[in-house]
């Protein structure tokens, strides 16, 4: 497994992973598909904040990526990420690897504190951040729905450093 930054050609790869998440799961509230015109544009404009766990031939096992928490200057140093694994490259090591790789961008970039939005309905999620050294920040109550219920979206921060 080698943790690298992403380029245009991994768009399909990383849209097999986060489309089955989304067809399959509650652990992503959209209910819209990505497509890999989109995913490859975003690759592009995120550069090293956009990193893969590639594994033999090419294959995507997983990827991490992170963009702005919210608009305004007063959120300049904070970004919320998203970390998905393919099913058979969880509790492997992977997740924390691509944290890792994460991190060490974001902290090369001057962000101060990232956060994971993470859906109640996943708890092995909320483990995984808090192994990685994440706490629970708070809970918003019933604000995600997907297949016809209220789900929970917990919010976990990390802080990373100060801005340099």
């Not at 089955?20 to 904040?49: C, H, Q, W």
């Amino acid at each position: 497994m080698r943790i690298r930054t992403a380029n245009q050609r991994d768009a399909r790869g990383i849209c097999d992973i986060w489309n089955s998440v989304i067809r399959d799961t509650l652990i992503t509230f959209t209910t819209e598909e990505k497509n890999p015109d989109a995913v490859a544009a975003d690759i592009a404009a995120r550069g090293p904040a956009y990193v893969v766990a590639e594994r033999d031939a090419g294959r995507i096992a997983g990827f991490a990526t992170y963009g702005a928490f919210r608009s305004g200057p007063g959120y300049a140093f904070t970004r919320e990420h998203t970390v998905m694994l393919a099913p058979d490259a969880r509790a492997a090591g992977t997740g924390r690897a691509l944290m890792n790789a994460l991190e060490n961008v974001a902290l090369s970039e001057n962000v101060h504190s990232l956060i994971g939005g993470i859906s109640g309905e996943n708890p092995g999620g909320v483990a995984f951040h808090r192994s990685i050294g994440f706490h629970e920040a708070g809970r918003v109550p019933e604000c995600g729905f997907k297949a016809g219920r209220w789900i929970d979206l917990v919010l976990m921060q990390k802080i990373l450093g100060p801005p340099r």
